[in-house]
């Protein structure tokens, strides 16, 4: 394999979709002296393959708004492989969603979901309504609309979807009754659903939960833990809430949070008594972070990120590309030791190159945040065997996942001097496990 070549031609394929370019390009550059020991690969044209979406749906979703006004948006559904289980990946909701992104998602999601070990392919979908600004009754009748086109094309043992940004609750409840009233069954066609009925426990948590415990995992190899060390986190959405939450607990303390206005630096820590203020505020009000620099009494920096406050250990969990090289020369000055992605490809190639000079400890996303789609999976096994498992179960599981993956990483990744390159381990571990299944498969 020529990696220069394989994206040459993909650009020319697809062009004007730099994120899916760029995905494609961090994992061939990292897997290409893995991938020439097998000729076999070659023969089968796999890479090619591999990097090309099985199918890709797009429509168009009409609704109507609380005045009366018809109002359009598009809707995309991209299924990229799933040559080791069904379709597996979430809807996100936002102004900013077209199908470069989404298509640099679904190729993300397919080594992700191999790492966890569980038998899902890689799928995500969306669209471009954002649901900041609208109500219930026109968030439902999007979702409803959505759903409409949607159904046709997922089901348990084809394309299971799940949440993302802008997609949380609210918003799969509302697909999944439209999607049962047109199915007429009740399967676990959808994750994340409420534990009334078929969600699991820690379900919410777990991308966050997870990103920790892969960092706890990333801590130990260098003799070290959380306790007492300062945390900048990126977002206040799910991810940021329950990977702070987890900070929390294990000892560390968080000074920033974030949205798409801007940051708050609160140098006394969010404790748990503002986490709840904070969980209030996004959760039930939909607020903006300022809020809390106006209740607390703290810094707020308006269209910025926090990557320039001084901190131990740097936690994305916001959006793709919102940690260039530059917020990663001010992390490494700052003298920032570790770095966990809770998002999908929120450090752009710059920051990576830059952290990977300096050999600080640097989680991607594909396998610090997999805890969410690894408990998505628990769920669809759940609702397989019709049956809820406790709380600590599915924490327990979750925990040894990540684990398992932090081990991959570690097999794959360890370099001559010792540095553990955790990009090539998630690679070249993902890569293998579809890459052997796709030949077992024959060429379909």
């Not at 509302?174 to 049962?180: D, I, L, T």
């Amino acid at each position: 394999m020529n990696a220069a070549k394989v994206l040459d031609d993909l650009k020319r394929r697809f062009p004007n979709e730099p994120e899916y370019h760029q995905a494609v390009e961090e994992v061939l550059s990292t897997i290409e002296e893995e991938y020439n020991k097998h000729p076999e690969f070659d023969k089968a044209n796999l890479i090619d393959r591999l990097c090309i979406p099985d199918r890709v749906y797009q429509f168009r979703v009409t609704w109507v708004d609380d005045k009366g006004n018809v109002q359009t948006n598009m809707g995309y559904r991209v299924q990229h492989n799933n040559a080791i289980g069904p379709y597996k990946g979430g809807l996100r909701f936002h102004s900013s969603v077209n199908l470069g992104i989404l298509k640099f998602l679904a190729f993300e999601q397919v080594f992700k979901n191999s790492l966890t070990t569980l038998p899902m392919g890689g799928g995500k979908g969306g669209s471009d309504f954002h649901p900041r600004g609208k109500s219930a009754a026109e968030v439902m009748r999007f979702t409803q609309s959505f759903m409409l086109e949607l159904w046709r094309h997922i089901g348990p043992d084809i394309d299971v979807p799940a949440g993302d940004i802008g997609v949380g609750g609210r918003e799969i409840g509302f697909m999944y009754g439209m999607y049962k009233k047109l199915t007429r069954e009740f399967t676990g066609t959808l994750t994340g659903k409420g534990l009334e009925y078929g969600g699991s426990l820690i379900r919410p948590e777990a991308t966050g939960y997870g990103t920790l415990y892969f960092l706890m995992e990333m801590l130990k190899t260098k003799g070290t833990d959380l306790k007492g060390k300062v945390c900048a986190i990126s977002g206040s959405g799910n991810v940021a809430q329950y990977a702070a939450e987890k900070v929390l607990e294990l000892g560390g303390k968080v000074v920033t949070l974030s949205d798409s206005d801007g940051y708050i630096y609160d140098p006394d820590g969010i404790d748990r008594e503002k986490l709840d203020y904070i969980m209030e505020l996004k959760n039930l009000y939909r607020g903006r972070i300022r809020e809390y620099a106006e209740q607390y009494a703290c810094k707020y920096v308006e269209g910025a990120k926090p990557w320039g406050e001084k901190c131990d250990v740097a936690l994305p969990c916001a959006t793709q590309n919102e940690l260039n090289g530059d917020h990663a020369k001010q992390l490494l000055e700052n003298g920032c030791i570790a770095v966990a992605e809770g998002a999908n490809m929120p450090s752009t190639p710059e920051a990576i190159k830059a952290f990977q000079e300096a050999k600080i400890l640097y989680a991607p996303g594909k396998a610090a945040n997999a805890g969410g789609v690894a408990v998505s999976g628990l769920e669809m096994t759940q609702n397989s065997y019709r049956l809820s498992w406790s709380r600590e179960e599915v924490d327990a599981k979750l925990k040894s996942i990540m684990q398992n993956i932090h081990q991959a990483c570690v097999q794959y990744g360890t370099e001559e001097d010792g540095y553990v390159n955790y990009v090539k381990g998630a690679n070249v571990a993902g890569f293998m496990k579809v890459a052997k299944a796709m030949m077992a498969q024959g060429i379909v």
